[in-house]
């Protein structure tokens, strides 16, 4: 079949005109590039302080202000282990830092422990562990997460004495440092065999501290006999770590560690024996541990 065009398209010339559109979709992107992050750190990475400073504070800082409060979780360890909280310094029991809205500063307060030991300079790392709050994070570089606190000691040893400086730190970082007591004691009269003590004796001294360092001294003018250096975990339910530390007398820095565990609650351990003479403390035979019932112990 032939398809007929209307005459108007059959006599020529006829021209034939199409029109073609193009319609163009154009998809965007849409960000919102108004929103700041608050970089958190440190505000200097070191500082050296006398031990008689008294309370000090370590900055936080965060750049630029935030817009909500920021809680800055942190942590310490210390390198020495003679550095313990509670016994050379205190801490916040919160264990965070906040900088509020609108401020870049927070303060971190160390409370410094002007004690007697003779323990050298002690060396704590803090370190920025997380943040609670929106828009803000830790600076990516690791020198500003941490802060290398010195406490320079300011105690000095004297030949006329023997200083027994007692430090301990408990094994879990949540633990109540003022829950648990340990105390120590000078012994005399101790009777006792290669396996045990059968007779504690009585107390010659005793530290009245309960903050995590005990010190004894031991005069020139002292009596002259034998003694047993004691360590008592008085009370407390958590594992704890102590150094014995003996200075004077022909000891410097001699050192004694030993781990007690929560069932050592209750009991003492005997170090010794010793025997003084004018200003010789010297060992009787090699020294040995004696585990005692505190509650043995006369005085208390």
């Known amino acids: 079949m032939k398809r007929l065009l209307p005459s108007r398209f059959t006599n020529p010339p006829y021209i034939l005109t199409f029109t073609i559109c193009f319609s163009w979709v154009v998809i965007s992107s849409c960000s919102d590039d108004s929103t700041t992050v608050s970089v958190v750190k440190f505000s200097s990475a070191k500082a050296t302080y006398a031990e008689s400073v ?37 801490l916040p029991a919160t264990k965070t830092v906040t900088i509020k809205a609108g ?26 562990q997380s943040i609670a709050g929106s828009n803000a994070k830790l600076s990516t570089t690791s020198a500003d997460q941490s802060f290398a606190l010195t406490i320079a000691d300011n105690e000095t040893s004297s030949p006329s004495t023997l200083q027994q400086d007692l430090v301990w730190r408990l ?19 101790v009777t006792y065999n290669s396996t045990s003590i059968t007779d504690v004796g009585e107390t010659y001294n ?3 501290n309960e903050t995590g360092f005990e010190t004894l001294i031991l005069n020139e003018s ?4 034998e003694y047993f250096i004691v360590i008592s975990y008085t009370s407390g339910s958590s594992d704890l770590y102590y150094t014995l530390n003996l200075n004077g007398f022909g000891y410097t820095n001699t050192n004694v560690m030993k781990k007690m565990s929560a069932d050592d609650s209750g009991y003492a351990v005997f170090y010794g024996p010793f ?20 509650r043995l112990l006369k005085g208390l």
Not at 105 to 116: C, E, F, G, P, R
């Open 54 to 90: 008294g309370t000090i504070n370590l900055t936080v800082v965060a750049s630029p202000a935030p817009a909500a409060d920021l809680v800055i979780t942190y942590t310490w360890s210390a390198t020495d282990t003679t550095a313990h909280l509670g016994g050379d310094f205190n």
């Open 103 to 128: 401020q870049t500063t927070a303060n971190l307060s160390v409370t410094i422990v002007d004690d007697a030991q003779l323990d050298g300079d002690d060396l704590m790392t803090f370190t920025l």
């Open 171 to 189: 094994s879990s970082a949540t633990a109540d440092v003022n829950a648990v007591n340990v105390d120590l004691y000078l012994q005399y009269g």
């Open 206 to 208: 005793l530290s009245s």
């Open 222 to 225: 002292d009596s002259d006999m």
């Open 275 to 294: 025997t003084k003479s004018g200003s010789s403390f010297g060992r009787v035979q090699q020294p040995r541990f004696y585990s005692v019932d505190k």
